[in-house]
T-cell receptor, first 110, second 113 residues
């Protein structure tokens, strides 16, 4: 079992819809969680981080964390074609190591 | 404010050769982590450097080694290259243990032939 698992995708949504990306993790030592966006041929870019149970909102993005269920999600509201990318979920232990999932590729169709 | 700088951007090497990749962290960051990303996969952790020492290491053979300099810049060395070492090598910098996430460089695309 991988330490960080993401729904395999690919995920396709129409423009303006809500995109929902999910991630589970196995290491209960993970304290903080991150969502990175990676455009094709580019490096990952941090878009959200969360370390408390509950929701965290930043513009059109909402990250959700449930430590009891070892579950992290990212909601993208009013999806735009420019949101089309691979989204990587990562968990960080207190030691500072980030473990990444394999990503979910999102396509937003105009 | 300069971000993370990696060099070179692309590299082609022959099996058995050695390679050195370089990284300058974002201003204000003191920790450098190296990742290997194969096509279609997430970044795999190689190792992390802090205060010029290897703080953590992933499941990579000893052929992979690194160094951090007093100015926080870092090098990744790979000896005895294998075809399977072909990948995108990403450097990520952070402050301390990266509680607020990493900043990635644009990567070095290594091709081993």
């Amino acid at each position: 079992q991988k330490e960080v698992e993401q729904n395999s995708g690919p995920l396709s949504v129409p423009e303006g819809a809500i995109a929902s990306l999910n991630c589970t993790y196995s290491d209960r030592g993970s304290q903080s969680f991150f969502w990175y966006r990676q455009y094709s041929g580019k490096s990952p870019e941090l878009i959200m981080f969360i370390y408390s149970n509950g929701d965290k909102e930043d513009g059109r993005f909402t990250a959700q964390l449930n430590k009891a269920s070892q579950y992290v999600s990212l909601l993208i509201r009013d999806s735009q074609p420019s949101d089309s990318a691979t989204y990587l979920c990562a968990g960080n232990t207190n030691a500072g190591k980030s473990t990444f999932g394999d990503g979910t590729t999102l396509t937003v169709k105009p | 404010d300069a971000g993370v700088t990696q060099s070179p951007t692309h590299l082609i090497k022959t099996r058995g050769q050695q390679v050195t990749l370089r990284c300058s962290p974002k201003s204000g960051h003191d920790t450098v982590s190296w990742y290997q990303q194969a096509l279609g996969q997430g970044p795999q952790f190689i190792f992390q450097y802090y205060e010029e020492e290897e703080r953590q290491r992933g499941n990579f053979p000893d052929r992979f080694s690194g160094h951090q300099f007093p100015n926080y810049s870092s090098e990744l060395n790979v000896n005895a290259l294998l075809l399977g070492d072909s990948a995108l090598y990403l450097c990520a910098s952070s402050y301390g243990r990266g509680k607020d996430g990493y900043t990635f460089g644009s990567g070095t695309r290594l091709t081993v032939v």
